[in-house]
């Protein structure tokens, strides 16, 4: 598998803790994790005595070899160890004490180190002190803190943002987390997550899930129940989608982490990690077998995640099983019966639900994209009052208008981009849904989409050839609007399949793609960009300065740093 990044997500300034703490593996959190992914200790002692046993009946033993070389214990005695028997050995000519002798020139020691007879000025120096470890030097009074530098290193600053990118490479998928100095244009990895699947979409959230926050004060007591309500504590967190079912939600104030906070989903029932084919598959291709699809879980890959900023402990989930799914991080997901996994299951689409987003006006109302070519919206206390649209290819990416209470953008695969008002909407899908207007932005599919929170109708896509295009619509009388295109990169991330705006920067926008780059583009560091959002800008009370590096900052690979290298 090629390298690639699938998606990046930004983290507000101030947001994150400026001194990560370090993950601790201990009796306390084994017990948490087997707890949470459901492992019986059990079961895996069964399971691998089982596996022996089979390998034992196919002559594969491990102690197979051993077993072949015992049963003869009357021959032991035989054997004997190497070191007890002298090697057979030419007999030492005796010296003949003749002229030709010349063993008492000993020059066996010739090469033998002599002690020399100290002398000079320094004659009566016994011996110079050595010590092994500079703390333990009483010479040496400026000591070397090694947490305090690594603490230095790890120092995360209000003024930072946080980029996390998933990144897959060689077949081994993790978590990049980078730190963003905008004022000095620095970009550089602070740590990764290793991850066990491919990862699909991220999601960053301030709701501490219920495993995070269920702590202990160091009373070995538990902290307040309130901290398990919606409106209890903040964090640092990223909730991943992967092609397992299961979503995981990480701690970005955590280094080094072995296993994530919470996970969302039942691991023990998808068993995702075996592989269940149709049929023999001797002769025939192997078809993977349907898994029975279920309102408390999803049973196949996580596509798309949304968490709702004004009821912060609900976060959305969009999967391959082609169902959205609500779930509640306060509650104790590894549960059992009522009470425990989703807190609601939707079957509004006909296909794979490729995207999710919750309106930010109305926090109750859900806008969904799928493969089976339609948007819906709807509210999730009543779903089957919902209305949609026909969209004529794949969706790719969704995003409601924030400046707008009843506005959306749908991006698709034939590289259409469409703005919808949800009012023109009808219920039912066979009738006509017009857009408000199409935008064709991009040769291939439109991948990525995103809409400027701080710049009224300025909107983002990326797209596969390679292009990041930045748009600016105007309205114009009649409530017809206009749209131009402000400015086209190809920023080196081969094929676009993520680009975000910054949540700090009006104009800084976040890209990545086929080729494992995470790009930053501060495109106010182009002249035609400022000019063209100049008014806007202004009423945002905004300014921007202009970039020395042009506007793009990433991160220099071995490889462009080892050819610079040559071309000097």
Known sequence: MSSLISCVSWVKRGVAAQHPQKYNLDEKELGRVSALARIELEDARIELERAHEAANQMGKGAEGDEADDGGDDEDEDAWVDEEDVQMDTDPTPKANGGDDDLSKYNLDDYDKESKSIASGPFSNIKGLTYYKDN????????????????????????????????????????????????????????????????????????????????????????????????????????????????????????????????????????????????????????????????????????????????????????SADRTVKLWDLSRDPTGDGEGSGALRSFDVHKDKVQAVQWNEKEPTMLLTGSYDRTVRTFDTRSPASGV???????????????????????????????????????????????????????????????????????????????????????????????????????????????????????????????KAKLQVWDVGANVGARKAFSQKLKEAGRELREKESGGVIGVASDDEEDVSGDED
């Open 135 to 318: 703390d333990d030097d009483p010479y040496i009074t400026l000591k070397e803190d090694e947490e305090e530098e690594e603490r230095e290193e790890l120092e995360v600053l209000p003024s930072d943002n946080i980029l996390v990118a998933a990144k897959t490479e060689d077949e081994i998928s993790q978590l990049e987390v980078y730190v963003y100095d905008e004022s000095q244009e620095n970009l550089y990895v602070h740590h990764d997550i290793m991850l066990p699947a491919f990862p699909l979409c991220l999601e960053w959230l301030d709701f501490p899930p219920f495993n995070a926050s269920k702590s202990q004060d160091a009373d070995g007591m538990s902290i307040d129940d309130a901290s398990t309500k919606p409106t209890a504590g903040f964090g640092n967190y990223i909730a991943v989608g992967t092609f397992d079912p299961e979503i995981e939600i990480w701690s970005l104030d955590t280094v080094d982490a072995l296993y994530p906070d919470s996970i969302l989903g039942r691991p023990d029932k998808t068993a995702a990690h075996v592989p269940v084919p149709l049929g023999t598959g001797k002769k025939k291709k192997k078809k993977t077998k349907a898994r029975t699809t279920s309102t408390a879980h999803h049973v196949d890959a996580v596509l798309a995640l949304a968490w709702n900023r004004a009821h912060r402990n609900l976060l959305a989930s969009a």
């Open 388 to 514: 949609g649209a026909v969209v004529g290819a794949d969706v790719e990416a969704v995003r409601w208008d924030p400046w707008e209470d009843n506005g959306f953008y749908v991006s698709l695969e034939n590289g259409i981009v469409l703005n919808f008002d949800v009012r023109a909407l009808p219920s039912d899908l066979n009738l006509p849904s017009p857009s408000r207007f199409m935008l064709a932005a991009h040769d291939g599919a439109a991948s990525a989409l995103d809409v400027n929170p701080h710049i009224r109708g300025c909107l983002v896509t990326g797209g596969t050839d390679k292009m990041v295009k930045v748009w600016n619509v105007n309205e114009k009388s009649g409530g017809k609007r206009g749209v131009s295109l402000v400015n086209s990169r190809d920023l080196g991330v081969g094929k676009v399949f993520s680009a975000r705006f910054s949540p700090d920067d009006p104009l800084t926008i976040a890209a990545a793609g086929s």
